[in-house]
């Protein structure tokens, strides 16, 4: 078992030989209750920091919103990640994964301070900024932990479909905030 660095595909790679794989559709909808739960407690620490009394009270919920958020995200990924079957034995770095779910709750607390500052007055160029975090840290998290799958084969991903997905985490993060 090998751990990997990101390559990526190119037309000279042959893909007869990609293994093929599938989703447990059970852990899928686990993953999705663990990304609502971290969502749903992040979201209700919002007025907690707005109206927090003290610095330390509102760093306490600060702290309290990024670990719900990004252990949501984290617990969705890594889930997701378990539900993905493949015809050959893998395993996790258990380092590496651990570490993986840091970019996340980063991402989570800046994304709560901007957005909790500014109590009503949230802008849309502070959405953007806290979106444009909040994917950062999702896409990093997410080929993180990627990176902490050992398996006997070459990881390889598609240069579109990278950015694509970077794009959409950024995309998604927009929505989140602006509801």
């Given at each position: 078992m090998t751990n990997h660095s990101i390559q990526f595909i190119d037309s000279s790679i042959d893909m007869t030989?990609?293994?093929?794989?599938?989703?447990d559709p059970v852990l899928v909808v686990l993953s999705l209750?663990?990304?609502?739960?971290?969502?749903?407690t992040c979201?209700?620490?919002?007025?907690q920091i707005r109206n927090a009394k003290s610095n330390i009270k509102r760093?306490?919920?600060l702290a309290f919103g990024a670990m719900a958020l990004g252990n949501g995200v984290f617990a969705m990924h890594f889930i997701g990640m378990l539900a993905y079957q493949l015809p050959i034995p893998f395993s996790f770095d258990p380092l590496v994964t651990v570490l993986s779910g840091l970019p996340a709750i980063l991402a989570g607390f800046v994304m709560l301070s901007l957005i909790s500052r500014y109590a009503s007055?949230?802008?849309?160029?502070?959405r953007r900024m806290a979106a444009l975090i909040g994917g950062m840290g999702i896409g990093v998290m997410h080929y993180s932990g990627m990176m902490a799958m050992k398996v006997d084969a070459t990881?390889?991903?598609e240069p579109?479909?990278?950015?694509?997905?970077?794009?959409?985490?950024?995309?998604?993060?927009?929505?989140?905030?602006?509801?």
């Open positions: 030989h990609a293994l093929s794989g599938y989703y209750v663990a990304a609502y739960l971290g969502s749903a979201l209700g620490t919002v007025n760093a306490l919920w007055d949230v802008t849309s160029s502070h990881m390889m991903f579109i479909m990278t950015i694509a997905s970077a794009l959409t985490a950024v995309i998604l993060a927009l929505l989140a905030l602006h509801v």
